[in-house]
């Protein structure tokens, strides 16, 4: 609301982008430009040709590296009902030899959250999801060295949800909403899409006329075939 700022570059929940607009709005003089990056939900859809080992690693590092507090970390795996009980197995399976510590530390793979208010949002969002959804993934893997009782961290979670629509807010941890879907992928984007624009889509598919179709349809603006979401590399991969 300064006289003096002449334009505001934000990334951040879409709820603090409306406040920012609102009273930049309500300022007089010239127009003042906004420019926002928001919040949207990162998803991954694995259809029935995938393979299950890519995949699992894929979502391993895409949910539950750097504790999930990038902007493009995976939120929402969308896995076909056919292949879902196994890969879900695998993670399972994976999640649980991660090691939690310092993060300046080589053995460590999943570090604290930022801060205490982030640590505790992200713990109310898991009591909400444990009377909602059903758990899958729950664990405080090995701790690492150099642990302090004091820091902010919190294993790899996973519920799998009724609905794609459940997932309604992006939260900035290692928490991993699963959903199953059969028929058209086409409309399981459709559906991602509804939720509002994301940053990142995986897909994880071996039929390649698929994979240019759904990356075509998807709202995102980033889209990963057949690999891990985050860690697009500057000036060879659009980000």
Known sequence: AAPGVAGVVFTGSTQVAKIINRALAAKDGAIVPLIAETGGINAMVVDSTALPEQVADAVIHSAFKSAGQRCSALRLLCLHESVADRIIEMIQGAASTLRLGDPARFDTDVGPLIDEAAYQNVVQHLRRLQETALPL????????????????????????????????????????????????????????NELGYGLTLGLQTRIDSRAQALAQRAQVGNVYVNRNMIGAVVGLQPF
Do not use: K, N
């Open 137 to 192: 993934l729950a664990l405080q893997p090995e701790m690492g060295t150099g642990v302090e009782a004091t820091e902010q961290l919190l294993g790899p979670h996973a519920f799998e949800m009724a609905h794609l629509s459940d997932v309604a807010q992006e939260v900035f941890g290692p928490v991993l909403h699963v959903v199953r879907w059969r028929g058209d992928p086409q409309a399981v984007i459709d559906q991602i």
